[in-house]
């Protein structure tokens, strides 16, 4: 699976977007871009994934660069309850069943 | 909304002693795993299990390691005899196929803290 890239932490105001970056830039074209979260001490919850279109669920907003090198999420309105830390994640669509590697995520902390 | 659950919250044991640390996944999933967490460091995986065997496993996953699926709702992870470093938090998670997209998303419990002495 590529690797990613994300910045250690973030902050952000309560009420405003929150805009998270990854870099993928060795993706293959079978691999999706998955982000999932850590609420502190609790199990990962997933967040969204996306292949190259462009994904909204209840959650979030998915957006990946057109050459698939990066992507960035987005919570539209964060709220303290989005403090987590958030995991940009890349695993080939094919094998949806194997591990998920996670790296060191960003840090969010949203602030009031 | 279903859930994945685990149990004991926490457990407390001697190194050398075995432990088994208790998952029931969600009940109509098909894919199990492990995965561990040691105190400020990142989350790693362990095990995963299909069709009542191991897919797939990491380094971390030696032999004093082993899972099992008993009776068809209970997914365990069991420690032979743990040391001190095998303090962490243990994750179970669960996931199903969807067979048009044949992508998924892992659901995770809220994890067992084990503690060796």
């Known amino acids: 699976d590529a690797k990613t890239t994300q910045p250690p932490s973030m902050d952000c105001a309560e009420g405003r977007a929150a805009n998270l970056p990854c870099n993928h830039s060795?993706?293959?074209?079978?691999?999706?871009v998955y982000w999932y979260r850590q609420i502190h001490s609790q199990g990962p919850q997933y967040i969204i994934h996306?292949?190259?279109n462009n994904e909204t669920n209840e959650m979030a907003s998915l957006i990946i660069t057109e050459d698939r090198k990066s992507s960035t999420l987005i919570l539209p309105h964060a709220t303290l309850r989005d403090t987590a830390v958030y995991y940009c994640i890349v695993r080939v669509g094919t094998d949806s069943w194997g591990k998920l590697q996670f790296g060191a995520g960003t840090q969010v902390v949203v602030t009031p | 909304e279903p859930e994945v659950t685990q149990t004991p919250s926490h457990q407390v044991t001697q190194m050398g002693q075995e432990v088994i640390l208790r998952c029931v996944p969600i009940?109509?999933?098909?894919?199990f795993y492990w995965y561990r967490q040691i105190l400020g460091q990142k989350v790693e995986f362990l095990v995963s299990?299909?069709?009542?065997?191991?897919?797939?496993k990491s380094e971390i996953f030696d032999d004093q390691f082993s899972v099992e699926r008993p009776d068809g709702s209970n997914f365990t992870l069991k420690i032979r005899s743990t040391k001190l470093e095998d303090s962490a938090m243990y994750f179970c998670?669960?996931?199903?196929?969807?067979?048009?997209?044949?992508?998924?998303?892992?659901?995770f419990g809220p994890g067992t803290r084990l503690t060796v002495l």
């Open positions: 996306g292949l190259k």
């Open positions: 060795t993706i293959s074209g079978n691999e999706y």
């Open positions: 009940s109509n999933h098909l894919y």
């Open positions: 998670a669960s996931s199903v196929t969807s067979g048009r997209a044949r992508v998924n998303e892992q659901f």
């Open positions: 299990f299909y069709n009542n065997e191991i897919s797939e």
